[in-house]
């Protein structure tokens, strides 16, 4: 199956997926998850018609953006955790941070992006599930953060990002979805830009699309097993 072939059987399966739920397919992006790839994968989804991708890793995409200039309209997402000594060239790269999680990184990268006239959309990530290794803000401290990330000049927050618990049985992740959902619904309340849910990945997007995802982010899927470097 080439990237293509790949690329619209999920558009026929976000079609279903947003049948079934009553949805417009227009309200949900698909995210192509190009990390660990070289950057012809890139090339090559683009060549077939895709236009939005997540990257991982501020560094990994610094050497790919060498190649991309030439792609003008496509938009790339960080959507891994961002140190607070790589904002500045995330600022430089990305066209939006999906995984902001604390207040000290919201100030860096706003501080940066006011540097280069530049005014970003980020979404907050918050983690839901108890296991040590995921990222992400405690879901009681978002109030708190959303309020202080509101004067901050050059970054908006248009909505909450989650990685549930990996799992063979998508039917695990629903109640982190659903519980997603609650709190985007309860703090659009004061802020009326968080209308974006980035939820929902190879194995799970379908039940996160049931759930409410405005984008659900692919990459095994579409490109194929990642092969890490030993
Ligand atoms: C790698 C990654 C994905 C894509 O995962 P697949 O299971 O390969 O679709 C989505 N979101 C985040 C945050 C990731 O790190």
């Not at 976000?14 to 995210?31: N, P």
């Not at 895709?50 to 938009?75: T, Y």
């Not at 999906?98 to 959309?121: E, F, G, H």
Request: aromatic share 4%.
């Amino acid at each position: 199956m080439s990237i293509a072939d790949n690329l619209a059987h999920l558009h026929d399966q976000i079609a279903e997926a947003c049948r079934r739920s009553s949805r417009s397919e227009s309200e949900v992006a698909l995210m192509a998850v190009s990390k660990v790839h070289p950057v012809e994968v890139i090339l090559e989804a683009y060549a077939a018609g895709q236009r939005l991708f997540g990257e991982n890793r501020v560094q990994e995409f610094q050497e790919k953006s060498q190649h991309l200039a030439g792609l003008s309209d496509a938009s790339f997402h960080l959507i891994g955790p961002l140190q607070s000594n790589k904002t500045n060239r995330a600022a430089e790269l990305f066209d939006a941070v999906d995984t902001v999680d604390s207040l000290k990184i919201a100030q860096r990268l706003s501080s940066a992006c006011t540097a280069l006239n530049k005014k970003m959309p980020v979404l907050v990530e918050v983690k839901l599930s108890h296991e040590e290794s995921k990222h992400g803000l405690a879901p009681e401290e978002l109030p708190e953060l959303l309020a202080a990330m509101e004067v901050l000049a050059s970054i908006e927050v248009v909505g909450l990002m989650t990685v549930p618990p990996w799992s063979e049985d998508a039917e695990t992740a629903r109640p982190y979805f659903r519980e997603l959902r609650r709190l985007r619904d309860e703090s659009r309340k004061m802020h009326p830009a968080l209308t974006q849910l980035s939820m929902g990945m190879s194995n799970d997007f379908v039940v996160a699309i049931e759930e409410g995802s405005t984008c659900v982010r692919v990459g095994t899927a579409l490109f194929g097993k990642r092969v890490y470097p030993a």
